[in-house]
């Protein structure tokens, strides 16, 4: 079969691989959508380790093609979902409803080959069935919702609270969504590409306003906000510049949410002294424990707008044209989608 193969640091090649067959307990998955990741880009680059050589891929959809000895509840023909972060079951973590921080998280995309392939094998624990009514394009989107879902959870928005988002990338406009269904009034989403900041407009925030001059942005937010700052802030971008922004913007006894996956060490500072007597609180998000199945039901329920963000549909040859999209940032792109 054809997959896009991540040999080493900036070297991803499409070519041709072993099809791969279902051990016991296992689902082979013909793929039919896989979404194109911020983090794809950045395990690319090698700002994250991954295990090479490996097949990236983390956000797919597809249909069963066969299923291992044990497989129950799935069918050959079954549209279907992967939740790309399986955890073991077995460890402290797992047993203590904390599956996300598994040290043997199988990490599909990542650890394990992934769904930039025409077919992939996954543990049944990760296989969700969606309904037909669902594209498979926009299943494709079941993982980052099902992260955003828990960070909105994390953030504990509240009718009535100013929200600013920081990043209009695919994830920001996802969470635009989600914070003005769980009533975030005003709702500010801050980003450099006027033309992401107007479709936020167009997906649900209040206010849109460009990030390049720190100083401009603080009197912006503090303008929408009565001087205050925003209740809440969700870092959405994954830089130590937007971490400590973050906190600049955020009101006395705000909450401050760390989204964004910034490189593996990478150093954010700030003064101790401003989130003491300003009482902040900083959190983080953490991937997905226990939300991929709510993903579901929401992208089933057309509660979200995700069929906007697809900018480019790509054969899986084209996985690095579209990593190089994700890099460079031309003006109209937000996402890619490789299709089978």
């Known amino acids: 079969m054809l997959a896009a193969v991540l040999e080493e640091v900036r070297k991803l090649s499409s070519r041709q691989v072993p099809d791969p067959g279902p051990g016991p307990g296992q689902v082979l998955i013909k793929i039919r959508a896989c979404g194109v990741c911020g983090t794809d880009l950045k395990l690319y680059r090698g700002d994250y380790s991954a295990r090479v050589p ?10 069963v093609a066969a299923i291992g000895e044990g497989v129950e509840g799935i069918a050959v023909g079954d549209p ?18 904390r599956p996300t921080f598994c040290r043997e998280i199988a990490g599909y995309g990542v650890f394990r080959d992934g769904g930039f392939a025409e077919m992939c094998v996954v543990g049944e624990r990760s296989v969700y069935r ?25 953030a504990c928005i509240e009718p009535g609270d100013s929200v600013l988002v920081i990043g209009a990338g695919p994830t920001g ?3 635009t969504q989600m914070a003005r269904l769980a009533g975030a009034n005003p709702l500010i989403v801050a980003g450099r590409s006027r033309w992401k900041l107007g479709l936020a407009e167009r997906l649900g925030a209040t206010h849109a306003v460009e990030s390049g001059d720190d100083d401009q942005l603080e009197r912006q937010v503090r303008n929408i906000t009565g001087g205050r700052g925003a ?8 830089t130590p510049e937007t971490v400590r922004l973050a906190i600049r913007l955020a009101s006395r006894g705000g909450r401050v949410v760390i989204f964004g996956f910034s490189p593996e060490n990478a150093l954010a500072t700030f003064s101790p002294f401003e989130v003491l007597s300003r009482e902040l609180t900083i959190l983080g998000s953490w991937v997905n424990p226990y939300t991929f199945q709510r993903a579901v039901d929401l992208l089933a329920s057309g509660a979200l707008d995700v069929k906007s963000l697809i900018s ?3 054969p899986v040859g084209g996985v690095l044209d579209a990593i190089r999209c994700l890099e460079e940032k031309p003006e109209g792109f937000v996402k890619a989608v490789v299709v089978f």
């Open 80 to 97: 279907v979902v992967v939740d790309p972060n399986e955890s073991c079951g077995k460890c402290e973590w797992c047993r203590t409803a």
């Open 54 to 63: 490996v097949i990236l891929g983390h956000e797919f959809a597809g249909e």
């Open 130 to 154: 969606i309904p037909t009514s669902l594209a498979f394009e926009e299943a494709a989107f079941c993982e980052p919702v099902s992260c955003v879902v828990h960070c909105i959870s994390r």
């Open 312 to 314: 480019r549909r790509v």
């Open 231 to 238: 209740d809440i802030i969700i870092e959405a971008v994954g």
């Open 173 to 175: 406009l996802i969470m």
